[in-house]
């Protein structure tokens, strides 16, 4: 709430009270006719926020005779060069506490005043109208930061994977690191990393998940029969997608004829690009 020692009002005595007692509120009075203000000490707004803006009112009887409340902005404490924020558009006659209020935008940062504007006839059955409970709040669900990630959407268990947030000023990720980049080996089970943006202007925040699947290797299986010397044999592979011997691309099976004991380096990958190997 904007306190009640923040103001000043164009007319003071009779015409524009402040009550301290009852719980608080101030109180335009009808006469004279025309328009009468409130106008608040300097208020910092940014360009970047949307801010809203409430006010309490009510009169003290429902008489016709406000014919019109208003919440306005300016950019100098006076009733000059107004820009309008909400209005009742019409007369004000409840005798209960209704709520005027609107979201909005300033043009250039700054110090702003925002101004209470009633207008009123000098005939009428209701002298005062009182209000209340000023405010200029900021909504997070209007300013929260366009978080998004990015990073690969799959990765082989036992290995890295990265994942970048933008869009906020100060990130938190799930597994408790902060900064825009998580860099983590994700267990079998887990499919998902989440990271809090804030923005620090506003305070507002909002989350993002990164969805990706964790692969495992293949499971390689070798079938081979024993080869004696200068005799031939066939190595069967299954269990991959790929394969490569000693580094050489190749099919799922191989005809040897060894002339002395021989090492086989089998490499198999699976769809996914997770590699197994044998020897």
Known sequence: ??????????????????????????????????SKY?????IWLDATVIYSTSLAYRTD?????????????????STAKLTSLASTNGPVTNTFFATLSNTFTVPTSGFW???????????????????DELRISIPCNLNAPALSVSGPTSVCFGHSLTVNATGADSYTW???VTGPVLSASPGISTAAYTVTG?????????SAVHLFTVSLPPMLTVQLADVCKNQSGTIYLSGAASYSWNGVAGPASLVISPTAATVYTITGASSEGCIAELT
């Not at 009002?9 to 009808?30: I, K, N, P, R, W």
């Not at 409130?38 to 300097?42: C, D, E």
């Not at 804030?198 to 909002?206: F, I, K, V, Y």
């Open 1 to 34: 709430y904007l306190p009640n020692c923040s103001w000043t009002a164009d007319v003071l005595g009779g015409t524009a009270l402040t009550f301290t007692s009852g719980g608080g509120y101030a109180s335009f009075y009808y006469n004279p006719s025309g």
């Open 38 to 42: 409130f106008i608040t000490n300097p």
């Open 61 to 77: 009887n429902g008489g016709a005779n406000w014919t019109d409340l208003s919440l306005l902005l300016s950019q100098v404490q």
């Open 113 to 131: 005043y925002e101004v209470i504007m009633e207008t009123s006839t000098s005939t009428g059955t209701s002298q005062n109208l009182d209000w």
């Open 174 to 176: 799930n597994t408790g």
């Open 198 to 206: 804030t923005d620090t202007l506003s305070g507002c925040s909002s």
